[in-house]
């Protein structure tokens, strides 16, 4: 189970194989570049995308949340916080930002999250199913309280 929930963060990227490999480690495939992962010591190291015995640089050392930082997050150019669990202190200070008044564009920057994660968040915390509409089309300029008066104006 805390396997599981060390992947998880590669395995919501569509974009992202993930194998496991007999008993032994995960395979790792994005793009052009594959890695054997070992979640429970916390090591990864580079391998041929067509031979995962052949290994292709130092082994490296740390959380899966470091793996996917430096190899994937980045070169996407996704929010520091893309794929991170909402935690307490997350949800606090975007309570705060919304109180503030801010637009959903300054929300997300501020918490290093997109504007349809702030959008889908708020939604679920507020009970609001803001679902229906558009959030790429110009609402990121708008403020929580103003997305909240064009949801109970559009049908859905």
């Given at each position: 189970m805390i396997e599981q929930l060390k992947l998880s963060i590669l395995r919501r990227n569509p974009e992202v194989?993930?194998?496991?490999?007999?008993?032994?480690?995960?395979?790792?495939?994005?793009?052009?570049?594959?890695?054997?992962?070992?979640?429970?010591?916390?090591r990864w190291v580079e391998v041929d995308p067509?031979?995962?015995?052949?290994?292709?640089?130092?082994?490296?050392?740390g959380p899966v949340?470091?793996?996917?930082?430096k190899h994937?997050?980045?070169?996407?150019g996704l929010p520091k916080n893309h794929g991170k669990f909402w935690v307490?202190?997350?949800i606090e200070s975007l309570y705060q930002l919304i109180d503030k008044d801010e637009s959903i564009q300054q929300i997300a920057e501020r918490m290093g999250r997109s504007v349809s994660s702030i959008v889908a968040k708020t939604?679920?915390?507020?009970?609001?199913?803001?679902?229906?509409?558009?959030?790429s089309r110009g609402?990121?300029?708008?403020?929580?309280?103003?997305l909240m008066s064009v949801s109970e104006d559009s049908p859905g």
């Open positions: 194989d993930v194998r496991r490999l007999d008993e032994g480690p995960y395979l790792v495939q994005y793009e052009t570049k594959a890695w054997l992962l070992w979640t429970a010591s916390s067509d031979d995962s015995d052949n290994r292709m640089g130092e082994m490296h050392y949340a470091v793996f996917y930082e994937m997050r980045k070169k996407r307490e202190e997350d939604g679920a915390l507020l009970g609001y199913d803001f679902s229906h509409l558009n959030t609402m990121d300029e708008l403020t929580i309280s103003k």
